[in-house]
């Protein structure tokens, strides 16, 4: 009887943790601005948060925001990155790169 109880215990412990939402993602106050090339705007990312895509031909970021931003080889953000501190600027490379905060 008493596996029973822990059984459905657990269970529940475990249901209740899917359900609760997890907290949403903090953004950095500030903005991050991505170079491509000189026949192109700048690209403007405010307060960014969560995983940003960059564009295609982006060729230098510029992290002015209060928090690291990390440089990421893919698009979705999944593979380890190079930091680029608050108030510095990095080359990335043109392709299917992508950049997150570093919180």
């Known amino acids: 009887m008493n596996r029973l109880v822990a059984a459905v215990l657990s ?4 249901g209740a943790l899917l ?3 997890s907290p949403p993602a903090l953004a950095a106050a ?3 601005v991505v170079f491509s090339t000189e026949f ?3 690209d403007n990312y ?13 060729h230098v970021l510029l992290n002015l925001s209060s928090s ?7 698009p979705l953000c999944l593979t380890p990155g190079m930091v680029v501190g608050q108030g510095f600027g990095s080359h990335v490379t ?9 919180r």
């Open 11 to 14: 269970a529940a412990s475990v």
């Open 19 to 21: 359900i609760v939402p």
């Open 30 to 32: 500030g903005e991050v």
């Open 40 to 42: 192109q705007r700048l």
């Open 46 to 58: 405010r307060n960014p948060e969560g995983c940003n895509k960059l564009p295609v031909a982006a």
């Open 68 to 74: 690291e931003v990390v440089v990421h080889a893919d």
């Open 94 to 102: 043109p392709g299917s790169g992508s950049f997150s905060v570093n």
